[in-house]
C-alpha cells in the first residue's frame, strides 16, 4: 500500500514536502510519482521519478517542484516550492512495477495555496 502525507495550507509561495512511502511493495524497477487532480479537473501528472533516478516534471511545475525517493525506505518525496493558487488540489502518490505493470495509489493528500 502507498501511505501519502504532508499537504496543508499554505499562503502563495511557501513551501510544502509530501511524502509516499510504498509498504509491502517490491519491485526493483519501478516508477513513483505525483498526480494532482483540482476541482472540476481531471487528474494530471506532477512529476514522477524511476528507480534508476530518471525524472519527468509536468511544465506548470518545472523549476518549482523537485521529485526525489529513497529506494532503501521505498519512500518518494515531492519538494514544492513557491506555490501558487493554481497548485492547489489533491495530491496523489503512483506506483508503478513490475510486468505486467501492477499500479498502486495512494489515498490523496490535499494541498491549498492561499492567494
Known amino acids: 500500500q502507498l501511505q501519502a502525507s504532508g499537504g496543508g495550507l499554505v499562503q502563495a509561495g511557501g513551501s510544502l514536502r509530501l511524502s509516499c512511502a510504498a509498504s509491502?511493495?517490491?519491485?526493483?524497477?519501478?516508477?513513483m510519482g505525483w498526480y494532482r487532480q483540482a476541482p472540476g479537473k481531471q487528474r494530471e501528472m506532477v512529476a514522477v521519478?524511476?528507480?534508476?533516478?530518471?525524472?519527468n516534471y509536468a511544465d506548470s511545475v518545472k523549476g518549482r517542484f523537485t521529485i526525489s525517493r529513497d529506494n532503501a525506505k521505498n519512500t518518494a518525496y515531492l519538494q514544492m516550492n513557491s506555490l501558487k493558487p493554481e497548485d492547489t488540489a489533491v495530491y496523489y502518490c503512483?506506483?508503478?512495477?513490475?510486468?505486467?505493470?501492477?499500479?498502486?495509489w495512494g489515498q490523496g493528500t490535499l494541498v491549498t495555496v492561499l492567494q
Open positions: 521519478i524511476t528507480s534508476g533516478g530518471s525524472t
Open positions: 509491502g511493495i517490491i519491485f526493483s524497477v519501478n516508477t
Open positions: 503512483k506506483y508503478k512495477g513490475g510486468r505486467p505493470p501492477v499500479i498502486y
